[in-house]
Antibody, heavy 123, light 108 residues
């Protein structure tokens, strides 16, 4: 059974860097069948795609965040990570790590989600 | 960027009734790369439909998806108590993914 679990600080100060890690169990992150992805949801709002990463290191970021976001993979730990720098209160959200099916060369639907972790940005 | 507009914002129905949810795209969704997710309070979304009309594993057949181009529909043939939730459409046909704003299906 595939499971994804987010971990990281629940509170980040403005202008600092938000760092989250997703630990994957029940599946290998080192597969050409999937991308690994971050989605966030502002309180009471809809879903926003942040970007995805392949185990080989290729990344695809949302242009609206591209200058602030970095994703990485640690194959030895079967984890992938998100860093979002220069955060503001507008970055307060529930952050989900997810698994994405690869269809041909394109990213497909999200077939597995972590439970999500609330990150608040506040001084 | 493809903007997805879902309607209605809220759907008030009784168990056993049919629910029809709409998702309209600002431009054509490539290869019908459109998915639907269900989200209940305090939970992560769950994949229901992908490729506009294919049910994900374990999804009951009362859920069906249809449409192509710019107009897509999620139909729940007979609402069960556990189906009252928020539903999101999602296009993955471009490198910039986007989601609809959601439709809440509530008990009338």
């Amino acid at each position: 059974q595939v499971q994804l679990q987010e971990s990281g600080p629940g509170l980040v100060k403005p202008s600092q860097t938000l760092s989250l890690t997703c630990t994957v169990s029940g599946a290998s992150i080192s597969t050409d069948a999937h991308y690994w992805n971050w989605i966030r949801q502002h309180p009471g709002k809809g879903l926003e795609w942040l970007g995805h990463i392949h185990y080989g290191g290729s990344t695809f970021y949302n242009p609206s965040l591209k200058s602030r976001v970095t994703m990485s993979v640690d194959k030895s730990k079967n984890q992938f990570s998100l860093r979002l720098n220069s955060v503001t209160v507008a970055d307060t959200a529930v952050y989900y790590c997810t698994r994405v099916v690869i269809l041909g060369a394109a990213a497909g639907p999200i077939d597995h989600w972590g439970q999500g972790t609330l990150v608040s940005v506040s001084s | 960027e493809i903007v997805l507009t879902q309607s209605p914002g809220t759907l008030s129905l009784s168990p056993g009734e049919r629910a029809t949810l709409s998702c309209r795209a600002s431009q054509s969704v490539s290869r019908s790369f459109l998915a639907w997710y269900q989200q209940k309070p305090g939970q992560a979304p769950r994949l229901l439909i992908y490729g506009a009309s294919s049910r994900a594993a374990g999804i009951p057949d009362r859920f069906s998806g249809s449409g192509s181009g710019t107009d897509f529909t999620l139909t729940i043939s007979r609402l069960e108590p556990e189906d009252f939730a928020v539903y999101y459409c999602h296009q993955y046909g471009t490198s910039l993914w986007t989601f609809g704003q959601g439709t809440k299906v509530e008990i009338k």
